[in-house]
């Protein structure tokens, strides 16, 4: 395995990078040297690569340019004086953020796990930059390149990249739309002696450790990766515990960040080469560490549509200095959590659970609900409160019911969907649109 692992990153990662045109094989190299250096130089490197990203937005980016702001000689100073991009304003400047022509970009969209879809441009170049972290943070794991992968996402039909990626690492891919237990369970069984890594998002793999435990079915992984959706202590426990592996926990968001991911702690190591983290208040103003309050980030890679101060719609703790572990095995600084609130999901008669990707995988492509929530008070059906846009029009609702009972496998007959037009949609406690409400309880 370590021989193929040499030639899948020496040689086969390489070729694939210089013809699709990404960045990815390199900056994984980048990052594996960031690794290697003093919290003194990755301080450095992040002030550097703010600084020349500030430059550039205040020259060529049209929105931030209409603020007119006065450069600084300190970086850290300037960008105090940028204003907070929310996701709102993202989508209304969508086209006064780009400094590239469209038709020579790639449109990202976020996965909407807020219930507020959003969407990014990045060059070709920019998109390998958060696939190569992913894998670092995978090797931050103990995971090799080539390692067989059992992993859950939200893509129902793959397409030829992706193809072409679960073929090289030997990757079982299971859309985690909708699963019955029995369809977990045929999965776990498939996989019992495979020495497989877990890795997708934080709800799905607890489902998968709730129906092993339930239906007695042994199976070890290597290791579980977490990301996408919170992971609550409840998840990593049950995980863990079921599964007989560590479970590793990563923090990002579809807008092409990467913030911070664990390795040798309970914390999670802040990816400096790749984003400015700021913790505020209510007002904007940074916190003292150790407090908690609104995650603002900037992305130091992404110039073809610049993020400055992007409020992700997080709560989040940066660790006190004097905290710090005296032994750690990197130098970048430390998140202590990130506070979200519990992702509920939804249950029906016939034994599916639904997770928030299963409605933000279909709602993601309905550009004319600017926000959704889903309610669920009996096991019956389902409400959804939604936003519509100006260019929304009914008969969208029911090709996203239709899509929804395809994808889940319900029929109308047992399970109501019921859609409700809102003006305003009410955030958490903590200030985050919330996409599913449960009023069934947390359990499975």
Known sequence: MRLYTYLLEKIILPLGSIISGNSFSTYLSYLRRCDNMSAFELEAVQKEKLDKLLKYVLTDCEYYKSYGIKEKEDPYLTIKEFPILTKNLLRENESRLLTRPVSKLIRCSSSGSSGLRTSIYLTKKELGIPQATQLHWWNWAGYHSGEKLLQTGITPSRGFVK???????????????????????EILKSVKRGNYTLAGYASSLYVFACAAREQKIHVTFKRALSWGDKLFEHYRKEIRDVFNCEVYDTYGCSEG??????????????????????????EGNEVPDGTMGHVLVTN???????????????????????????????????LERVIGRDTDLVKTKSGKIM?????????EFYRSIKQFRV???????????????????????????????????????????NFKRVDYIPPTSSGKPQIIKSLLGNKL
């Not at 193809?163 to 369970?185: N, R």
């Not at 960040?257 to 209510?282: F, G, R, S, W």
């Not at 100006?390 to 009972?405: G, Q, S």
Request: proline content about 6%.
């Open 375 to 417: 309610i669920q008070t009996e096991m019956e059906g389902i409400d959804i409160e939604y936003i519509p846009s100006e260019t929304f029009a009914d008969a969208e609702l029911m090709k996203i019911a239709n899509d929804i009972y395809e994808r889940t496998g319900e029929s109308r007959d047992s399970f109501y969907i």
């Open 163 to 185: 193809k072409i990626k679960d073929i090289c690492f030997y990757t079982i891919y299971v859309p985690a739309f909708s699963l019955t237990e029995q369809q977990v369970v």
């Open 300 to 334: 130091l890679n992404g110039y073809a549509m610049p993020l400055i101060r992007y409020k992700l719609g997080d709560l989040a703790v940066k660790l006190p200095l004097e905290k710090y572990p005296d032994k750690r095995k990197l130098n970048y600084p430390l």
């Open 257 to 282: 960040m990467l913030m911070a991911a664990q390795k040798d702690l309970p914390y999670m190591y802040i990816m400096t080469p790749n984003v400015y983290i700021e913790i505020v208040d209510d």
């Open 355 to 363: 997770i928030v990707h299963t409605f933000t995988g279909i709602f």
